[in-house]
């Protein structure tokens, strides 16, 4: 990564709440361009709900800031929310 260049990814305070269940709190975090990250954490520990923000396919109910540059944008246009969900994963029964 080159001196200077912004972040590809760079969000601060998010924070997604579904009436009193708090899924996603106080998530900050700087993706520099060119490095690859995981998301790990137990099961409902927000994971998912914090890509689905990332992606825009889930507004947070919170937030101070939330970038990413255009290039990682792009790479997002044409996904449907269901999208990687196991649940659109299904497997059809097959037509006899």
Do not use: Y
Request: net charge positive; glycine share 10%; charged share 15%.
């Amino acid at each position: 990564m080159s001196a200077g260049s912004p972040p590809i990814l760079a969000v601060r305070d998010l924070e997604k709440t579904f009436g009193l269940l708090v899924a996603a709190r106080d998530i900050t975090v700087s993706v520099p361009a060119e490095q690859t990250v995981g998301v790990i954490g137990a099961n409902g520990a927000g994971k998912t709900t914090f890509i689905n923000m990332v992606t825009g396919h889930l507004t947070p109910t919170t937030r101070s800031a939330a970038s990413t540059r255009t290039s990682a944008s792009r790479s997002w246009r044409g996904c449907s929310p269901a999208a990687g969900r196991a649940s659109s994963m299904r497997s059809r029964p097959r037509a006899s």
